[in-house]
C-alpha cells in the first residue's frame, strides 16, 4: 500500500460526458502528480501541484483540468470525453517538488472507459 | 521538457540470466535516477533510484549504474526470476518525463 488513494477505480461512461477523478495523497506529501497510461503505453505526464498550486503542466489537453485542494487533495476533471481518453489515470504523490524530488508514490490508478 | 530514452522496448531472458536495461536523459541538471516496476494491471513502485553523487547502487539482485557525463544510467537485474516479468520505467529529476518503458520477460 502506497499510502496514495485514488478513486473511482474504474469508471465507464459515454463520449461527451464529464468525469472527475479523485486523490489523496500519502500522508504529509505536499506534491501531486496526474499521469495517464494507454493501453499499452508509458506513463504520460499531464500536470502536477505542491501546496495548492499548479507547478508544472505536460501534455494536458484544454478539456482536461485539475485542482489541488487545502486538504491536499487532488481533482483532475475530464470533460468532452472522447473515445481516445479510455486510459488508465495515476495520481502520485511525492514530499516535494523541483529538479530531484525523490521517491513518487503512485495510486492503484483510475481506470476510465469512454463508450 | 527533458527527453529520456529507454531501450530496449522488449526483452526476453531466461531465468537465471541477466537483464540491462539502458536510459539516457538529456537534462544535465538531473541529479536523481529512479528506475519503476509495473507488474501487470498494477501501480508502478520504485524498486530503486541514484543519485549523481555515486555512479553504482546495488540492492540485492538489481543494480542501477549512471555515466553523468554520457547521460545514461542503467538497470542490471541480476539471477532472473519469472516474478521479475514486468514493465520498467526510468525517470530523471522532477519525473516529468519517464521512458517508453521495457517489457521484461522472464521464460522459467
Known amino acids: 500500500d502506497s499510502g496514495v488513494t485514488q478513486t473511482p477505480k474504474h469508471l465507464i461512461t459515454a463520449t461527451g460526458q464529464r468525469v472527475t477523478l479523485r486523490c489523496s495523497p500519502r500522508s504529509g506529501d505536499l506534491s501531486v502528480y496526474w499521469y495517464q497510461q494507454s493501453l499499452d503505453q508509458g506513463l504520460q505526464f499531464l500536470i502536477q501541484y505542491y501546496n495548492g498550486e499548479e507547478r508544472a503542466k505536460g501534455n494536458i489537453l484544454e478539456r482536461f483540468s485539475a485542482q489541488q485542494f487545502p486538504d491536499l487533495h487532488s481533482e483532475l476533471n475530464l470533460s468532452s470525453l472522447e473515445l481516445g481518453d479510455s486510459a488508465l489515470y495515476f495520481c502520485?504523490?511525492?514530499?516535494?517538488?523541483?529538479?530531484?524530488?525523490?521517491?513518487?508514490?503512485f495510486g492503484e490508478g483510475s481506470r476510465l472507459t469512454v463508450l | 521538457g527533458e527527453n529520456v530514452e529507454q531501450h530496449p522496448s522488449t526483452l526476453s531472458v531466461q531465468e537465471g540470466d541477466s537483464a540491462v536495461i539502458k536510459c539516457t536523459y538529456s537534462d544535465s541538471a538531473s541529479n536523481y535516477f529512479p528506475w519503476y516496476k509495473q507488474e501487470l494491471g498494477k501501480r508502478p513502485q520504485l524498486i530503486i533510484d541514484?543519485?549523481?553523487?555515486?555512479g553504482e547502487k546495488k540492492d540485492q539482485r538489481i543494480a542501477v549504474t549512471l555515466n553523468k557525463t554520457a547521460k545514461h544510467f542503467s538497470l542490471h537485474i541480476t539471477e532472473t526470476q519469472p516474478e521479475d516479468s514486468a514493465v520498467y520505467f526510468c525517470g530523471t529529476g522532477n519525473q516529468f518525463y519517464f521512458g517508453t518503458g521495457t517489457s521484461l520477460t522472464v521464460i522459467p
Open positions: 502520485a504523490s511525492s514530499l516535494s517538488h523541483g529538479r530531484n524530488t525523490g521517491e513518487l508514490f
Open positions: 541514484i543519485r549523481s553523487n555515486v
